[in-house]
């Protein structure tokens, strides 16, 4: 990939405390405007792969491509990256939900939810800035990605402000975060619906194996193989994804696919959402 087409710049964190590193890929060859956009979180992790996956895409103009806009810390610590997203992609957890992960302190820290500021940030502020610096980007077709914990992120605004983007794309969401109670904006979702003039496209994908039953506890983790059985079967990935999907589907949206990656795990399943995903949100050259 050309680094002359990425851009990196900082802006404040909405917390007031630090900044965050946006990294933006855009087609250099691409004419026309109305370049649809693609919002990826965990871009410490993950904007450079999408930003390839859309580049090969769009090659020759056969295939959908998109502006690809990563929000990231700009760090190579993983423990740092870790907290960092986990206080801005959660919903508030309680001393229950906090119990759950006795096991793993190390990883999710001692702050989370931010989801409501990182949403509004996205809307309010990153948005108006990558229109006022890329005036070729579409100011409608926004898409939004999140694989894991960021998928919960991605769950929780198409739940409860599904207004803001047109197309959710969403990888094996961490729905059981604080206990499920994600899904507890469900209820009011079919009015928020009635209150939009299009309603957003929503893409669910998980892979096949992400509930098979495990034979070894991952390193790292201060748990046995059985304690690891347990948190898998009651975390249930890919069962609650697909609930997720038809519940959104009930309350009233056209647009919904569900798509289990046979083969694939917990990590490896993204780079064939990502794939779906770009086919999914943007429409094919006429």
């Known amino acids: 990939m050309s680094q002359a087409s990425i851009d990196v710049f900082e802006m404040p964190h909405p917390s007031g ?3 965050l590193q946006i990294s933006v890929w855009a087609n250099p ?4 405007d109305d370049i649809p956009v693609l919002f990826v979180t965990d871009a410490d992790l993950i904007f450079a792969t999408a930003a390839e996956v859309v580049r090969l895409y769009g090659l020759g103009g056969m295939k959908p491509t998109a502006m690809v806009v990563g929000i990231g810390y700009g760090t190579d610590d993983l423990m740092a990256f870790t907290k960092l997203r986990t206080n801005d992609l959660t919903t508030p957890l309680d001393d229950a ?3 759950k992960f006795d096991h793993m302190p190390s990883l999710i820290g001692d702050k989370s939810g931010g989801a409501d500021a990182f949403l509004s940030f996205l809307t309010d502020t990153l948005k108006p800035e990558i229109a ?3 005036p070729k980007a579409s100011a409608t077709r926004h898409a939004l990605l999140g694989h894991s914990l960021a998928g919960h992120f991605v769950s929780h605004a198409l739940l409860t402000r599904p207004e803001t983007f047109t197309a959710f794309l969403i990888g094996s969401p961490a729905l059981w975060w604080n206990g499920f109670s994600t899904l507890s904006s469900l209820p009011a979702f079919p009015e928020r619906l009635k209150a939009l003039e299009r309603k957003p496209q929503v893409l669910i994908g ?3 194996t992400e509930q098979a039953v495990p034979d070894r506890a991952p390193p790292g983790y201060q748990m046995t193989l059985e304690q690891y059985r347990d948190l898998i ?6 069962d609650a994804a697909r609930e997720l999907a038809t519940a959104v589907r009930e309350a009233g949206l056209d647009e919904v696919s569900f798509v289990s990656f046979d083969g694939e795990d917990h990590i490896t399943v993204f780079a064939a959402l990502l794939m779906r995903s770009i086919n999914f949100f943007v429409p094919r050259p006429s």
Do not use: I, K, N, S
Request: charged residues 25%; aromatic residues 4%; positive net charge.
């Open 17 to 19: 405390d630090g900044t």
């Open 29 to 32: 060859t691409q004419v026309g």
């Open 97 to 99: 939900g906090r119990a």
């Open 132 to 134: 006022r610096r890329y």
């Open 206 to 208: 998980v892979g096949g």
């Open 233 to 238: 079967a009651r975390v249930r990935v890919v």
